[in-house]
C-alpha cells in the first residue's frame, strides 16, 4: 500500500498543553483514517476516525482535522495529561468493505507532569 | 460485549525452534482477523489476514504462517525461528455480527516473542 508516514517521531510536552500529532499520507483514493493510541507494552487502541468526506470531527479531547488538498491528517488533544504519554499511529485504507489498515510509523508523545 | 486473548503473553525461543501464536475472540461471529508484527520503537506490519475459517492471506512472504482452525481462531505458526523473527506480535479483529463498523480494528494485549 502507500506509506502513510508522521512528520514527528517524539512530541514532549507540558500537562495541560494541547498537544498536536500530525500525518501525511500520499494515497488520494485513500477514503477512511483512523488514530490509534499504543501505550508501552500493550495492543493499539482505537481513538477516534474520520472519513475522506469529512474535514474536522470531535471526539472527548480530541479532534481529528483532514486536509485532503495536502493529504494531512492531525490528532489534536485538548489539556492533555499525563496518562496520554504514549505512541499515536494513524491509519489508513483505500477499500470499502471490510479492510485491511496502513500504519505509519508512529509518533511518541511525552506529557510531563 | 467483545474481547479479544492473545497467548503467551511473553515468549523466549531460542533460533530454529518452533512456534506457534495462539488469538482468538469472544462475542462475535464471523470477524475479519489479523496478524500484526511490531519491531521495537517501529510501526505495525500487517502479516496475515484472515476473512473465514480457512481463508489466509499473506501480506510479506517469510517464514510464518497462518492458520484459522475455527471461526474465531487464529494461529500464528513458524517451523524455524530465526533472530529477526523477534518482536511484538498483535492479533486484531474487524466486522462480524456485532460490529457495524467495517474499517475499526480492535487489537489484542499482543505478544512479546524474543529469539535467541
Known amino acids: 500500500g502507500e506509506n502513510v508516514g508522521l512528520h514527528l517521531p517524539t512530541l514532549s510536552v507540558q500537562e495541560g498543553d494541547n498537544s498536536i500529532i500530525n500525518c501525511a499520507y500520499s494515497n488520494s483514493a485513500s477514503d477512511y483514517f483512523i488514530w490509534y493510541k499504543q501505550e508501552s507494552g500493550k495492543g493499539p487502541q482505537f481513538i477516534i476516525d474520520?472519513?475522506?468526506?469529512?474535514d474536522k470531527r470531535q471526539g472527548q479531547r480530541v479532534t481529528v482535522l483532514l486536509n485532503k488538498t495536502v493529504k494531512h491528517l492531525s490528532l489534536q488533544i485538548a489539556a492533555t495529561q499525563p496518562g496520554d504519554s504514549a505512541v499515536y499511529f494513524c491509519a489508513e485504507t483505500m477499500d470499502s468493505g471490510y479492510s485491511t489498515l496502513t500504519f505509519g510509523k508512529g509518533t511518541m508523545l511525552l506529557v510531563s507532569p | 460485549s467483545q474481547t479479544i486473548h492473545q497467548w503467551p503473553a511473553t515468549l523466549v525461543q531460542p533460533v530454529g525452534s518452533p512456534l506457534s501464536l495462539e488469538c482468538t475472540v469472544e462475542?462475535?461471529?464471523?470477524?475479519?482477523l489479523y496478524w500484526y508484527r511490531q519491531a521495537a520503537g517501529r510501526g505495525l506490519q500487517l502479516l496475515f489476514y484472515s476473512v473465514g475459517i480457512g481463508q489466509i492471506s499473506s501480506e510479506v512472504p517469510q517464514n510464518l504462517s497462518a492458520s484459522r482452525p475455527q471461526d474465531r481462531q487464529f494461529i500464528l505458526s513458524s517451523k524455524k525461528l530465526l533472530l529477526s523473527d523477534s518482536g511484538f506480535y498483535l492479533c486484531?479483529?474487524?466486522?462480524?455480527?456485532?460490529?457495524?463498523?467495517?474499517?475499526?480494528?480492535?487489537f489484542g494485549p499482543g505478544t512479546r516473542l524474543t529469539v535467541t
Open positions: 486484531a479483529w474487524i466486522g462480524g455480527t456485532h460490529n457495524k463498523k467495517t474499517y475499526e480494528q480492535y
Open positions: 462475542g462475535t461471529s464471523n470477524p475479519n
Open positions: 474520520i472519513r475522506s468526506n469529512m
